[in-house]
């Protein structure tokens, strides 16, 4: 039992993306992003990840051309473009003190090449911003989130292209300058890491664009210019205004040892520091020694232009940001178990249960996350990501889920063990306060949350909102910052 509340100040909130709930996909002159191609593609018996992260230049074209919205779910979202002011003032019922949401570059710049940005998404995000002002929400804007132009993809195959570092930089500098009076705190890159996951949705990346046997060195020739293009955006927002806060944004992927095997350990340990890789280049400014040393043995050199490790060493950013959904374990047995997680296949643990969607639910391991990268990075984290998709079912027109709300509070409580120890956690964003698209499926079915969307995966039903009784719920956490949790 913990005796102290959360700290004074702290941002309770929901994150959200534009690719994911906007909708509006081809008016008021949005140009294409990569999301708008991604298909529907369930998978919640298929343990094999990786099939659906497979895209090729064909089907991108094809689906390009295509101009249905049936199978690319992300095109109608869920249509928060024409009912924002309805979800704002639903998160507003609920306290939230912050909304994590993501500007879709391509409203703003169509084909990511533009010189001046389409007034109709500039004023669109002004007036969320103006209605999130009203409600005294504090923004939490992600740059880029799974939703650069394809056109950039296409052409220049996404970020392996220096091209794109100053693409993206004039986009930034025109939220940064447009949105300067609404917003304080920005992320650059969601999830910077996942590139090596899934290039295409985080970077642009089109395998067969890669000269043969070079695909691994693009990928990091394309990281590279997202450091980049971080620092310089870094610097930009600093110059601007002094009150601006610039975040990196990470997976994290807590890994375990499945046994003490001194083997087992071992795979553990690189797991776990080529998760930091990017923190330590976005925080600390350098690459680590035991990267470039491993990039080496494996003969993949990155250009870098004379200025590049100045700019990273100079600019770096001012709090740690990440998405927690699961752990998992590692194993040098190749036959150990293996589960799904968030775009990743893990060896199983024993000790966890996990989701519908086989992710294993750890809450531990967000405490023992939290003090690992305070301890290490010694600056504010938030959490921005954090939730459990699950199949609702809707029960005499009510979503009765205490799996959602017993996932939560476990994490919660976590969190409060993890301040208590002195970590500087200065706000959470759960992910998502409101059913949407999934990233990786695209599906409605995967339910995040605390308001249901009357949608299925194929695009058909009212679209009107409804509290889930876990609405209340986390409505009380914040309204008692988070003492309701040990209330008896
Ligand atoms: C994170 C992404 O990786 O995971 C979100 O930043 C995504 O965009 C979330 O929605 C959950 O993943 P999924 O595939 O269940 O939507």
């Not at 709300?405 to 409101?434: C, N, R």
């Not at 605390?450 to 409505?475: C, H, L, M, P, Q």
Request: hydrophobic fraction near 35%; glycine fraction near 6%; proline fraction near 5%.
């Amino acid at each position: 039992m913990s005796n102290t509340s959360f700290p004074p100040n702290f941002l309770w909130g929901g994150a959200i993306a534009a690719n994911q709930v906007e909708g509006a996909w081809n008016i008021d002159g949005k140009g294409m992003s990569v999301a708008d191609v991604a298909t529907y593609k369930p998978h919640v018996d298929n343990k094999d990840y990786s099939s659906h992260l497979a895209i090729t230049k064909e089907t991108i074209e094809r689906a390009a051309k295509d101009p249905s919205e049936k199978w690319y779910p992300k095109r109608r979202g869920i249509d928060f473009y024409h009912r924002y002011k309805e979800d704002l003032a639903l998160f507003a019922e609920m306290g939230f003190k912050t909304l994590r949401l993501s500007i879709a570059w391509t409203r703003l710049f169509p084909t990511g090449e533009e010189l001046l940005p389409n007034e109709k998404g500039v004023t669109f995000y002004k007036n969320v911003f103006k209605e999130m002002q009203r409600l005294k929400m504090k923004p939490i804007v992600t740059l880029s989130h799974y939703e650069m132009p394809l056109n950039l993809s296409l052409k220049y195959n996404g970020w392996v292209d220096r091209r794109v570092v100053d693409d993206f930089v004039r986009f930034s500098k025109v939220c940064i300058d447009e949105f300067d009076e609404y917003v304080e705190y920005w992320l650059t890159f969601n999830e910077i890491d996942s590139i090596h996951r899934h290039p295409f949705t985080t970077a642009g990346i089109i395998d067969e664009l890669s000269a043969p046997g070079g695909e691994e060195k693009d990928i990091y020739q394309a990281l590279h210019h997202q450091f980049i293009a971080s620092s310089l955006v870094t610097k930009y927002a600093h110059e601007k205004n002094k009150n601006n806060k610039v975040g990196c944004m990470l997976t994290k992927l807590m890994t375990y040892p499945l046994t003490c095997s001194p083997a087992d350990v071992e795979l553990t340990q690189r797991k776990n520091l080529e998760n930091n890789f990017y923190a330590d280049v976005q925080v600390r400014g350098e690459y680590p020694g035991l990267i470039e040393r491993d990039l080496q043995n494996r003969g993949i050199v990155i250009n870098m232009e004379k200025n590049d490790r100045k700019l990273l060493k100079k600019y770096t950013v001012d709090f740690l940001s990440f998405s927690y959904y699961m752990s998992m374990a590692e194993s040098a047995d190749p036959k150990a178990e293996r589960t799904p997680g968030n775009t990743v296949l893990g060896v199983k643990n024993p000790y966890l249960p996990s989701t519908d969607w086989g992710w294993q639910i750890d809450p531990k391991g967000l405490k023992i996350s939290l003090i690992e990268l305070y301890d290490r990075y010694q600056i504010p984290l938030m959490v921005v990501e954090n939730g459990m998709g699950a199949v609702d079912k809707v029960e005499n027109g009510k979503i009765y889920d205490p799996y959602r709300q017993a996932y939560f509070e476990a994490h919660f409580k976590e969190m409060k063990e993890a301040i208590d120890e002195g970590v500087d956690l200065i706000g959470y964003t759960s992910w998502a306060p409101i059913d949407l698209v999934s990233a990786g499926t695209s599906q409605m079915s995967k339910r995040y949350g605390f308001i249901y969307v009357d949608a299925d995966d194929e695009g058909n039903g009212t679209y009107n909102r409804s509290r889930k009784e876990s609405f209340e719920w986390y409505k009380r956490v914040i309204e008692t910052n988070g003492d309701s949790l040990y209330e008896a």
